[in-house]
């Protein structure tokens, strides 16, 4: 069995290709592009665009390795039916989840700024994850789908980090998969959130799993000639 090892902290990963997924947490419309919700929302999403393009070739290589690739998407139902009042409430924001906005309703599923980002779209076969949760595991098939692929390892990109990427990486550590962060594969809108959710995660020797860069995955990932 073919082993990888990608230089990270807290101490380099080993791996197994065949039982590594990259797993895209939330590149939507709604959250990276001017006119989205987090725009709307006072932020700078600029902060957030910086992690298109590692992605990007991170997914590329992942692709060519034959990685199992996994995007996640947070949204609702148009009923609104799967979304808790209190979530609904949080904020007194003006233009909530479920309102019409610029790009359509607000994180509603079906609408365009739901839609993840065309510079990182799925390929056909690529499973896409709807969750009205934060985490990407909560009341979603995701571990089902990691199971039945035999997948053990994650690299998991995405935004936000202290918010979805946090949890979900989380929740994957409690059912035992080792994950690995590609630091500039993952953003915030808050560069101090970012900092300290990157530390928190490789602290007390990977208490929720690796921290690295995108460079080293893909240098991993990548025959030698």
């Excluded at 990691?146 to 980090?161: A, D, P, S």
């Excluded at 928190?200 to 990548?222: D, E, P, R, Y």
């Amino acid at each position: 069995m073919t082993t990888l090892t990608v230089q990270a902290e807290p101490y380099p990963l080993t791996l197994v290709p065949e039982a590594t997924a990259l797993l895209i947490i939330d590149m939507q419309r709604d959250f990276l592009e001017p006119g989205g919700f987090g725009e709307m929302l006072g932020n700078d999403v600029s902060l957030l665009r910086s992690t298109i393009e590692p992605t990007r070739a991170l997914l590329a290589v992942a692709r060519a390795a034959g990685l199992l690739v996994i995007h996640t998407r947070e949204g609702h139902r148009p009923d609104l039916a799967d979304a808790p009042p209190a979530k609904l409430a949080r904020g007194r924001l003006p233009v909530g989840i479920g309102d019409q906005g610029p790009m359509g309703r607000v994180l509603i599923r079906g609408e365009y700024g739901h839609e993840i980002i065309p510079e990182l779209a799925p390929l056909a076969g690529e499973p896409v994850i709807d969750k009205s949760g934060k985490g990407a595991f909560y009341e979603t098939d995701l571990h089902l789908i990691l199971q039945n692929r035999g997948i053990k390892t994650l690299f998991v990109c995405g935004v936000t980090t202290e918010v979805c990427v946090h949890t979900t990486v989380r929740e994957a550590n409690d059912r035992g998969y080792e994950c690995l962060i590609p630091a500039d594969c993952v953003g915030s809108y808050f560069p101090e959130f970012q900092q300290i959710g990157l530390e928190m995660i490789k602290a007390q020797g990977g208490i929720f799993g690796w921290v690295s860069n995108s460079v080293a995955v893909i240098t991993a990932l990548t025959p030698a000639d």
